[in-house]
């Protein structure tokens, strides 16, 4: 055993070498580091990642004696790793996609890992690494389906406690009539503030806890619906504060009061569990007796032969590291997407075919929401018919995490509208036979029934699917430094379920708009 910890230790590679790969990779990615830490510093879900390296980094030294006396090889794994996650991370600067930057830090922080220490430091290291992934931004695409979906379900359920309350009250989509006041769950009270860091406090108490695998599993997966309660709770407690005092108990300290309130109590009732656990199992113990956070440490020698084998897999490890974030950050500092000039959409046709548009305005809350840089809402009424199309349009210079399209059906739930059914269409849509693809949705509310198309153009390429199209941004930004786009969607109402009329009327009036469409999208 002896001579097997001798072997693979850490102490192989010797400290001053294991320290300057972590500081080459950390300088290598200082510029998305410094981004991450802005982010913690000024956004309310993900504060607590200010913490979070120091967490790690305790646990590893708490574990400093278990990792001198495991035989630890380095695994050539690592250095795969650490490869794929640099090619990422070149990726991720030329499409200047934020959250990629951040998890390709990870992959690579994960190839360090099993370098130095192999499959047996990368278990001991799972929880530290797993803290870090857990307080990177989600990407826009993913956070934004996640948010509306959580708007929905505290919705519904806070409306529910304020109807066992004994107060009438009507929900559509995110807003809560209490009839002279209307309250809107918006993105804030999506309940992920409460989320992110309640999954990251449970990971480390499960952690430290000596408790079944089962056990563990069940604290941190509680959280979930924790969170959801508690957050609905919330939105209960202050509709019930509207209704009494007015307006103003939904705004400024109040509001940030009962969202520390409601943390606070999500936790304990994280501990309540613990204290359960203990009830039920551990009746004779006491509740700190379940927790573990004890030290340990021992020193080994080390081969002389084995350390320069050793640094000759350093430099097989280095070479990649430093080539290709070397490259990374060149880009980073030189690089400068192409911004394609077009026409501004307030000079868009104010007539399309026979119908002429009632142009509308955004609301400059919705606007901070969607970052854009430009966009296009109007109504398009047919005078020999009365109906309408109404035609939505939005375009970003550069896709961004937090600026970059999705897919409206993030944000039909919102009003109030049921998706019913959804597909992809495929039509001719221009006299030279060229076909045209868009998702089709059919949605509903009450007794109104609409037929929406949409798809995203991304250099005169159409895509349906939102994910295909984020993913075609690296390559669009690698071959040509762009990474523009617009999303279209136009939606008219089906009167008598007559699909077949209204999905003329929308594949009519693509094909009447198409020839305008290249002046305002970039191809």
């Known amino acids: 055993m002896a001579s097997e910890t001798q072997e693979g230790s850490i102490r192989v590679f010797g400290l001053p070498v294991v320290l300057s790969l972590l500081v080459l990779i950390l300088l290598l990615f200082s510029e998305s580091l410094y981004s991450l830490v802005l982010e913690w510093w000024n956004s309310e879900e993900y504060g607590h990642g200010l913490f979070m390296p120091f967490i790690g980094a305790y646990i590893l030294w708490s574990k400093r004696g278990e990792i001198s006396r495991l035989p630890l090889r380095s695994a ?6 650490s490869f794929l996650g640099l090619t990422l991370y070149v990726s991720a600067v030329l499409a200047d ?22 499959w047996a430091l990368f278990r001991i290291a799972l929880v530290p690494l797993a803290l870090l992934v857990l307080v990177i931004p989600l990407p826009y695409l993913l956070i934004s389906s996640l948010t509306a979906g959580l708007q929905l379900i505290s919705s519904e359920m806070g409306t529910w406690m304020i109807r066992a309350m004994g107060i009438p009250v009507f929900l559509e989509g995110n807003i809560i009539d209490l009839g002279a006041y209307k309250l809107q769950v918006v993105e804030a009270c999506s309940g992920l503030r409460y989320l992110y860091p309640l999954i990251s406090i449970a990971l480390i108490v499960a952690y430290f806890l000596r408790a079944p695998l089962w056990f563990k599993a069940f604290l941190i997966v509680s959280t979930v619906p924790v969170t959801i309660v508690m957050n609905s709770l919330r939105i209960a407690v202050t509709g019930l504060l509207v209704k009494s005092f007015g307006v103003a108990a939904a705004e400024g300290f109040l509001h940030d009061f009962e969202g520390w309130v409601v943390f606070m109590a999500a936790f304990l009732i994280l501990i309540a569990e613990v204290w359960l656990y203990k009830l039920i199992f551990k009746s004779s113990q006491s509740i700190f007796d379940l927790f573990d956070f004890g030290d340990d440490s021992a020193n080994n020698a080390y081969s002389p032969i084995r350390f320069c084998i050793s640094m000759i897999k ?29 026409e501004k959409f307030n000079s868009f046709p104010m007539r399309i075919g026979s119908s002429n548009v009632d142009l509308s305005y955004l609301e400059q809350e919705v606007l901070d929401i969607l970052r854009a840089d430009d966009y296009f809402l109007g109504s398009y009424r047919d005078s020999s018919s009365e109906e309408e199309v109404n035609l939505y349009m939005v375009y970003y210079e550069q896709q961004k995490d937090g600026s970059a399209l999705h897919s409206p059906k993030v944000c039909i739930p919102g009003g109030g509208w049921v998706v019913a059914d959804e597909s992809v269409v495929e039509f001719n849509y221009r006299a030279t036979g060229e076909t045209k693809a868009a998702n089709r949705v059919v949605i509903r509310k009450g007794e109104f029934t609409q037929l929406v198309y949409y798809w995203i153009d991304q250099k005169g390429v159409s895509y349906t699917d939102e994910y295909l199209a984020r993913a075609s941004l690296i390559s669009s930004a690698v071959f040509d430094k762009r990474s523009d786009g617009a999303l279209i969607r136009v939606n008219v109402l089906v009167n008598n379920d007559d699909f077949d009329k209204a999905d003329m009327k929308l594949q009519n009036f693509i094909r009447d708009m198409a020839i305008y469409l290249p002046d305002f999208l970039p191809q």
């Open 97 to 118: 996609l934020e959250s990629v930057k951040h998890y390709s830090f990870i992959i690579v922080l994960t190839g360090y890992v099993l370098f130095i220490g192999g």
């Open 314 to 342: 350093v430099v097989f490890f280095v070479i990649p590291v430093v080539v290709l974030g070397g490259l990374a950050n060149y880009y980073s500092v030189n690089e400068q997407i192409i911004i394609p000039t077009r």
């Open 76 to 81: 050539t794994s690592g250095v795969i790793c």
